[in-house]
């Protein structure tokens, strides 16, 4: 059965310390996409990456790096020299390639990230 | 840039009444979802719409539960006849039919049930 685990509930730290954020998924399926998403206290879905399974490298963008290791079945993601702006809940979810044209998005619980000034 | 946009932004309604929410998906996609946030927890999916029916729904989506693409352009969500426990954020997602797995959303409407 397919299923996302972020088992950091809140994380808190001093801005301009590194964090990363822990995702770990199950899938049956060999052809899968993995997300992170950014919801800040406004409410909405910041979509930051899109992964496929057929791609093992990892990605920098700014302070943001994603570790995808498909042998743990892990998709990290690391700020770097957070900032008070980065305080947000994060999400990461799990898209399998099915073929009855559903691509539902399977969530994990979120992780709450607070960055103290 | 094309987006997801959903209306109202935040609708309160009794426990009983029936409401609708819609949403206008990016205009040239083809897969639709509806997802739900309780607040404080996980985004839970609740019914995936292509060619015009259903593809896919939760367990959360029962008969309560319906979705409409009236026309070319809204996708709605109606709730027959609302309980508490329906109180949430309501996200709209569309995609398109080559990158169906990469969906955008909408802001997301807050139902509140009293």
Redesign the interface.
């Known amino acids: 059965a397919q299923k996302v685990t972020q088992a950091q509930t809140e994380i808190s730290v001093v801005e301009k310390e590194d964090v990363t954020l822990d995702c770990v998924y199950e899938t049956r399926d060999t052809t899968y996409y993995l997300f992170w998403y950014k919801q800040p206290p406004s409410g909405e879905l910041v979509f930051l990456i899109r992964r496929n399974s057929f791609d093992e490298q990892n990605e920098i963008s700014g302070r943001y790096s994603w570790n995808f290791q498909k042998s743990t079945s892990s998709f990290n993601f690391t700020i770097t020299a957070s900032q008070v702006v980065d305080s947000a809940v994060y999400f990461c979810a799990l898209s399998e390639d099915l073929m009855d044209s559903n691509y539902q998005l399977i969530w994990g619980a979120g992780t709450k990230l607070i960055i103290k000034p | 840039e094309p987006e997801v946009t959903q209306t109202p932004s935040h609708q309160v309604t009794q426990m009983g009444q029936e409401v609708i929410l819609r949403c206008v998906p990016i205009s040239n996609h083809l897969?639709f979802?509806w997802?739900r946030q309780i607040l404080g927890?996980?985004?839970?999916?609740l019914v995936?719409f292509?060619?015009n029916e259903i593809?896919?729904k939760?367990e959360i989506f029962d008969d309560q539960f319906s979705v409409e693409r009236p026309d070319g352009s809204n996708f709605t969500l109606k709730i027959r006849s609302t309980k508490l426990e329906d109180s949430a954020?309501y996200?709209c997602?569309s995609?398109d039919g080559l990158a169906?797995?990469?969906?955008?959303?909408g802001?997301?409407t807050?139902l509140t049930v009293t």
């Open positions: 897969y979802y997802y927890q996980k985004v839970e999916f995936s292509y060619n593809s896919e939760s954020m996200f997602a995609s169906a797995y990469e969906q955008y959303f802001p997301g807050r």
